[in-house]
């Protein structure tokens, strides 16, 4: 029973130390999340701060690292021109600390 314990507590640390690293396919059918990037923050669903370094992509908490290779990623999007079309509307931000949902209904696409 110790041992069943110890074995579920570890494999949920590793799902929320898991960041948000995405790999931006090129094909709609490839891609889990649809999303659509809006010029105002007002709009969106998830802030996104694009970071440079893998180990800072935190838990579903819209800060991103982008990965060139598709066995890394925890999730595949792909960015369409039509706010309609999509799953999720981001906004990019240039500022880490403004990351994170506006609308958490949508926050299980992320997992």
Do not use: C, P, R
């Amino acid at each position: 029973m110790k041992k069943i314990l110890i074995t579920l507590v570890l494999a949920l640390i590793g799902v929320a130390a898991s960041g948000q690293v995405v790999y931006s396919t090129d094909y709609k059918s490839e891609a889990q999340v649809k999303v659509y990037v809006t010029k105002y923050k007002s709009e969106a669903d998830l802030v996104v701060y694009k970071t440079t370094y893998k180990s800072e992509a935190d838990a579903n908490k819209g800060i991103w690292f982008f990965t060139t290779y598709k066995s890394e990623a925890k999730k595949k999007i792909w960015f369409t021109d039509y706010k309609s079309e999509a799953d999720i509307v981001i906004y990019f931000t240039t500022y880490k600390s403004e990351a994170g949902w506006k609308k958490n209904s949508k926050k299980h696409m992320m997992y």
